[in-house]
């Protein structure tokens, strides 16, 4: 079954001197607990498909369909409303509230829904992310791996239809890299957590289930690994 | 506690500064505008006493009387603290740009944004309002305790002048004016906070996200001048750079130090126009005492004429005026100066070419008739009298004319000679119509002229008669025993006229009094330096509003830029040069604060002086002083919040602050 369908996505940026199609026409659809990696050369695209997908912003034509949702066709407000419960989105930089505490960094979607109260949940996935020592400390007093794993685990706090990663390992070492794309794995096999992670790393790609090759906005290659 | 409010809180801990000084800027409106609404309850109560039942049938007018200036003061509060409160959110808003993008991409919809800067405004209040709100409470009942001790003097000073009266104010409670600047408090920030977070909130989750923490920077922003860099070298061309990429932030400081300049030149201004009319009319005689009997009059229009006529219903003639200063003199050898006038019963009908060409431009220019000339008829003491005409050299029992005519032309005082010196008669007309010439014997210039007689609100033509019924008569001395003088001469006003002390002035048909020259002066000056102080504590309570503001922008200014301080350092700028930079922000800040209100402020100056210049003979002078002292209090302000700001940066360590910048 099919959680995410996007058809014929369109966006072009600027007017009519400066246009740049950002993304063109792209169409690809994918089911409950794949895992996908997304990947071109830097200015291909990606990051433009992440934000259209994750509902932050709206494309030139063409829709994006989430559990048979037409989510452009929502109100901003619907749609934000909608993306607390169904979108976990992990960016490469700036994603953490810089006030407020590990747990409650990872609750910030459930709080927005006023849904605190959710303690069994919070504490497996506290475990899931080895943060527990960890839970009442503010993102500054964290690595930058750290904060990257709270990230993940306030995407996967209200349990989404899909995750949305940009570049989230771009900004650290190789080491860190890896626990992170293993934290993203190990909720995508346990957890059945569809996955959607964009890169430009290819050895991180390689371990996806399928990879989706942007160029210049299109796409070039859509393959199946087999693990 | 909900998530919006817990981001408001920990987002005013976090900055605890500038919370600070907010609730500082919040706390003081509040407490400005509490005092100005217990002045006015206090106020009204005043009035309620002093008129009594009668205050039902006009205290509509009364209470308009008092709404008037506090609604001007209330405006003035509120337009200060929303131009400083709406800053302070507007910057705190702009800081979490990022921070609202990631709420966005969380799924935190407009309305929880609007709610957690809005949560801020309501935090501060609750805090702000109360403690603002007794501190206005105090302060109102300081101010009515200084009032009152000017009242005092005013009464005291009042009783010898008019009658009874009893002015004194009474600090009263009154909880409609506490809920009142509580309410306009309260939505006074939700309306500064309320711009900024609509704007925040409006801001796309994507341009949040994307924007990351840079303010985009458009070329023409940071162009600067390269006269700038010939005068103040790189460091001014730096600092310069930056004001104008922030010039929203530094615009609330900017005005904020305007209106402050403004405020204090025109107060100074008002305070100078003030002294300068005490001087004008404070007459300028070796007098001291006045003794004083007037006449209530009535006035009708005569069925046959049509003109305005004046009846006095007890005149004085001269032999009573000479009578009472014989009496007078018994004290202790004093000499008296007796002087007895009217100014209402003739006028004069004189030949054009008998009036000189400058009487006739000073009439014009007072829009007064020349064909038609008030007459006032004065009388002297005897002795005063032959004096006069001996001075004149002219037999007693004539008439003298005064050649000299004293008007205010916009601003200049002029004296002028109104009568050709050939003149031999005038004919003097009445109301109902009769007529009678009137030979003068003898013409006394400006010079010759006794000090006594050079009072405020003469008429063109002025004559000394050797007798004649007039309205009122005075009686001026230097006793040297004033208050005995005062009881003496009180006593013998008694006697010779003999009233009722339980009717009015309008019963008994005149009045009279004894009282100190300058007593008047004092009267004003009570009035003045009460009025001043309370202007000039409204002012400064204003100020330090605006102050808050200014400190908070400047100082939050260079915090913000710690990281670029950082690479500036890191690349080798000095201590030196780096202080030297932020010297010639506060330098370039001032310069901008003073563009604005010196302008301004010297244009109200005038325009204080415009009224006051067609009254009195007081022309409009440049307030140096005042301009001088704000340029130095301007600059020592922008000066030393700048120098304290980087005082703090200066302990910080250069690669913590690059890091922990990079690293968010
Ligand atoms: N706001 C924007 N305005 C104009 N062009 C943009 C904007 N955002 C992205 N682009 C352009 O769209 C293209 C795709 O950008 P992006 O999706 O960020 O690429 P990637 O993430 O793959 O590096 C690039 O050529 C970029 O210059
Ligand atoms: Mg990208």
Known sequence: MAVLEVKGLTKIYGNKDTKVTALDNVSFSVNKGEFVAIIGASGSGKSTLMNLIGGIDRPSSGSVIIDEKEIFKLSESQLAIFRRRNIGMIYQFYNLIPTLTTEENIMLPRLLDNRGDDKDKLSSIMGMIGLSERAKHLPSELSGGQQQRVSVGRAMINDPAFILADEPTGNLDSRTSREIIDLLKFANRSCHQTLLLITHDEKIALQADRIITLGDGKILADEVMKS | MKITAKLAYSQLKINRSRTLWTLIAIALSAALTTAVYSFVASGNAMIVNFLGENYGLYGKSYLVLLMIPASIFGIIIFAMSVTVVSNVFRISAQERVTQFGIMKCTGATKKQITDTVMYESVLLCAIGIPVGIGLGLLLAFGGIRVANHSLDDLNDLAHIMINEINLSLEFVFSWQALLLSASICFLTVLFSAWFPAHKAAKVPAIDCIRGANEIKIDRKQVHTSPLVDKIFGFEGTLAAKNIKRNHRNFRATVISLSVGVILFIGLGELGNQASAIEDVISPDVDQTVISEYISAYTRDINKVTGRKETTFLHPIDSECGNSVKQKLEEFENTSIFGIGNDLDTYYAVLPQTLISAQMRDALEDEEQRTDELEVEIITLDQENYAKLCQKANIPLGSTILLNHYR????????????????????????????????????????????????????????????????????????????????????????????SDADSSYMEEGFNTRVYKINDYMKVMNIAIALVSVFMYSFVVLLMLIGLTNVISTLSTNVLMRSREFAVLKSVGMTPESLRRMLNYESILCTVKALLYGLPIGIAVTCFINLPIRSMFPIPYKLPWLAILLCVMVVFFITWSTTRYAAHKLDNQNIIETIRSESGR
């Not at chain 2, 109104?418 to 006394?444: C, R, Y």
């Not at chain 2, 008429?459 to 005062?486: D, E, H, K, Q």
């Open chain 2, 407 to 498: 008007y205010n032309d916009f601003g200049e005082e002029v004296n002028l000679e109104p009568f050709s010196s050939t003149i031999k008669e005038v004919n003097l007309v009445k109301a109902d119509g009769s007529t009678l010439e009137m030979p003068i014997q003898g013409i006394l210039t400006q010079e010759e002229i006794p000090k006594e007689l050079f009072y405020a609100n003469t008429n063109p033509v002025r004559l000394i008669l050797p007798r004649a019924m007039v309205r009122g008569y005075s009686w001026y001395c230097a006793p040297t025993n004033i208050g005995r003088f005062i009881e003496y001469s009180n006593r013998i006003l008694e006697d010779s006229f003999p």
